[in-house]
């Protein structure tokens, strides 16, 4: 089984912080992506990755950055973090098959304070 | 940009009974593949079933069945024989066959509860 681990289930952080969210993947998978997730919202896609050092922006990148240093690890940076980042943010992995699903981390609960 | 809506924020239904969530989208492409993926209250989003759009056959897996109508552009979800542990938040989604990231867009999300 793909299992995506991210680092913390819950994150509680203060305005102007810098804050790492971590994900790893065991599959070899080449794309990763970080999602936010909000009610009513869906999921909507920050940025993801589809090689290693390389990124590309999705729907809502402003606030955030992204690394890909290794393929397995994709990680997401608040480089100074403000309220309205509060969310639920999930990370995904995936083979690059078309037909082939998505597979998700348990989600990291972030609150800004 | 293709967009995924979905239109009922919550759906209820009796434990063994059959409920349809509905899901429609806008594509101007003829080639994509449609997920409904499932997240119980515990989060982690899991594959409940796949469409790919060149296929006229519904897909099925189990109690879990789609009603796919290109024409219509609508992709619902229709779970017979509800458990218990169907209860939670489903979201559909799209992706085009001409991605080379797999990206997904995913609709708003319907909370679904199963009353005993």
């Known amino acids: 089984d793909v299992k995506v681990t991210q680092s913390s289930r819950y994150l509680v952080k203060r305005t102007g912080e810098k804050v790492f969210l971590e994900c790893v993947q065991d599959m070899d998978h080449e794309n990763m992506f970080w999602y936010r997730q909000d009610p009513g919202l869906g999921l909507r896609l920050i940025y993801f990755s589809y090689d290693v050092k390389m990124k590309e922006k999705g729907d809502i990148p402003e606030g955030y950055s992204v690394s890909r240093e290794k393929k397995e690890r994709f990680s997401l940076i608040l480089e100074s973090a403000s309220t309205n980042q509060t969310s639920m943010y999930l990370c995904a992995s995936t083979s690059g098959q078309p037909n082939q699903p998505q597979h998700f981390g348990d989600g990291t609960r972030l609150s800004i304070l | 940009a293709q967009t995924v809506t979905q239109s009922q924020p919550e759906m209820s239904v009796q434990e063994a009974e059959t409920v349809t969530l509905s899901c429609t989208y806008d594509t101007s492409e003829s080639d994509y593949y449609l997920f409904w993926y499932k997240q119980p209250p515990s989060r982690q989003m899991i594959l409940v079933i796949r469409?790919?759009?060149?296929?006229?056959q519904n897909a099925t897996e189990n109690r879990f069945s789609v009603n796919f109508q290109k024409a219509a552009k609508s992709f619902s979800l229709k779970i017979s024989d509800s458990q218990l542990g169907d209860a939670a938040m489903y979201f559909c989604a799209y992706r085009s066959s001409n991605n080379a990231g797999n990206m997904l867009t995913f609709g708003g999300g319907t909370r679904l509860m199963v009353k005993p």
């Open positions: 469409q790919e759009a060149y296929k006229q």
